[in-house]
């Protein structure tokens, strides 16, 4: 009888695990996982050492995927300082992760920003994807602020990582890594947007414990070298606390709908 009972118990215990394994996610739970991807957004460095927020040349606070767009703004921001005859500002490119920049701009978890705000993936990517992994149905409404392509691989997946990435050529790099030959990719390739991929994980049942972000290549030296100099998101002010912290846990009402995703 013990030996029955325990059989039973461990089965239940194996049947649990599957089933929280294959649960949807929380919204913490999927800007945790998209927490591990940096952005770039602009700062003022004051004399206090602190850094505000600083709007892009349009008036808009902006989080960039890749560096180099990160950089243009900058510029762009620079000479728009210079030609207005603003003295002795400091401005520089600090890193804010995914998630959090996700938040920010789609007003998820009690995140505002007290500007217009926008998540900017890649340009050049975007130029050459479009809105492809946005569903037919979907551009219309989903045109005002993306797209943001992510791009997958079935020959990639398994049981203990679903790595989703924000390029063609990381995704390239990683299936060459496993030694399939570049040629059988193409077929392989999903591609979707991160609203329509936040939106599954939340609502649909599936093996979303798996799913890891990949921080982009691209990106990988200008977030080493931020990083380098101390520079943490936590920091980013305007005359007072710009952003709420995002709590660590939030406690959601059972049946409570996600918020639309735009």
Request: aromatic share 4%; proline share 6%; hydrophobic share 50%.
């Amino acid at each position: 009888m013990a030996a029955a009972a325990e059989a039973a118990a461990a089965v239940t215990a194996a049947v649990a695990a599957a089933v929280a394994a294959d649960a949807a996610l929380t919204m913490p739970e999927i800007l945790s996982k998209l927490d591990r991807v940096h952005t770039f957004t602009m700062v003022t460095l004051l004399d206090n050492g602190s850094r505000d927020a600083c709007p892009t040349a349009e008036g808009m606070l902006a989080f960039f995927t890749d560096p180099q767009d990160a950089k243009v703004a900058l510029a762009e921001l620079k000479v728009k300082y210079e030609t207005n005859g603003v003295e002795k500002a400091t401005l520089d490119i600090e890193i804010v992760p995914l998630g959090r920049a996700f938040a920010i701009t789609q007003g998820l978890m009690g995140l505002k920003s007290p500007v217009p705000a926008k998540l900017v993936f890649s340009k050049a990517i975007v130029e050459v994807e479009g809105d492809a992994g946005v569903p037919p149905e979907l551009r219309e409404r989903m045109a005002g602020v993306g797209p943001f392509p992510l791009f997958l691989s079935i020959g990639l997946d398994n049981q203990a990582i679903m790595p989703v990435f924000l390029s063609r050529d990381d995704l390239a790099d990683a299936w060459a890594k496993r030694g399939h030959p570049l040629e059988e990719l193409a077929p392989s390739v999903i591609v979707t947007d991160l609203r329509t991929l936040v939106g599954e994980t939340l609502n649909k049942v599936a093996g979303w414990r798996s799913l890891v972000f990949v921080q982009p290549r691209a990106a990988m030296d200008l977030a080493r070298a931020i990083l380098k100099q101390g520079a943490l998101a936590s920091s980013l002010v305007q005359g007072g606390q710009l952003l709420e912290k995002v709590k660590e846990r939030v406690a959601m009402e059972d049946g409570d709908a996600p918020p639309p995703l735009v």
